[in-house]
């Protein structure tokens, strides 16, 4: 059975770090590419970054680019997200989640992030 | 505001037949595939049809997605009571070089 387990959120003050990670089971993780979703509180999806099978290529939305990063550990089949200067807008939860849009994909339950002081 | 534009809610009665709409642009839907999740409430989104009118293992065939140009619809036929969710559409964004999604669409099932 395919799992994705987020972990990581938490409460952190505007400017602040966070580091999300993924714990990914199931499936041979090495072969997908991965991405990271989030959902303010009562909104929509929102598409953050993907990373390439192989961790060789990845993309991120403008509205975080330069503050997050994205990286995937195969040995370890973990996805991670580094965000730091945290604005008070990215509050959301966020998605891991397996080839979006493809015939595999498959979602994570998510995990809190609140940005607030 | 969303890249693709869905309307923010429909509703019907069950074994009514309901289509949600999404409008995009030749940078999305119009060269890209459509993909669409339904997320019940407080349940991370599930995917509903990728690649147009795909549907994974396990959506009931009331489930039809179609795409004409710059837009998209999902429709759901023989409604149920458990349909009523948020539906969201999704397609590669050629031009923002990532995942845009819609909206969102609340489905009432009255």
């Known amino acids: 059975e395919v799992q994705l387990v987020e972990s990581g959120g938490g409460l952190v003050q505007p400017g602040g770090s966070l580091r999300l990670s993924c714990a990914a089971s199931?499936?041979?993780?090495?072969?997908?590419?991965m991405h990271w979703v989030r959902q303010a509180p009562g909104k929509g999806l929102v598409w953050v970054s993907r990373?390439?099978?192989?961790?060789?290529?990845?993309t991120y939305a403008d509205s975080v680019k330069g503050r997050f990063t994205i990286a995937r550990d195969n040995a370890k089949n973990t996805l991670s997200l580094q965000m730091i200067s945290l604005r008070v807008e990215d509050t959301a939860v966020y998605y891991c989640?397996?080839?979006?849009?493809?015939?595999?994909?498959?979602w994570g339950r998510g995990t809190l992030v609140t940005v607030s002081s | 505001q969303s890249v693709l534009t869905q309307p923010p809610s429909a509703s019907g009665t069950p074994g009514q037949r309901v289509t949600i709409s999404c409008s995009g642009s030749?940078?999305?839907?119009?060269?890209?595939?459509v993909h669409w999740y339904q997320q019940l409430p407080g349940t991370a989104p599930k995917l509903l049809m990728y690649?147009?009118?795909q549907r994974p293992s396990g959506v009931p065939d009331r489930f039809s997605g179609s795409k004409s140009g710059t837009s998209a619809s999902l429709a759901i036929s023989g409604l149920r009571s458990e349909d009523e969710a948020d539906y969201y559409c999704?397609?590669?964004?050629?031009?923002?070089?990532?995942?845009?999604f819609g909206g969102g669409t609340k489905l009432t099932v009255l």
């Open positions: 030749s940078s999305n839907i119009g060269s890209r595939y």
């Open positions: 199931g499936f041979t993780f090495s072969s997908y590419w």
């Open positions: 690649r147009n009118n």
């Open positions: 989640a397996r080839d979006v849009g493809g015939d595999s994909d498959s």
């Open positions: 999704a397609a590669w964004d050629d031009s923002l070089s990532g995942v845009v």
């Open positions: 990373i390439k099978s192989d961790g060789s290529s990845t």
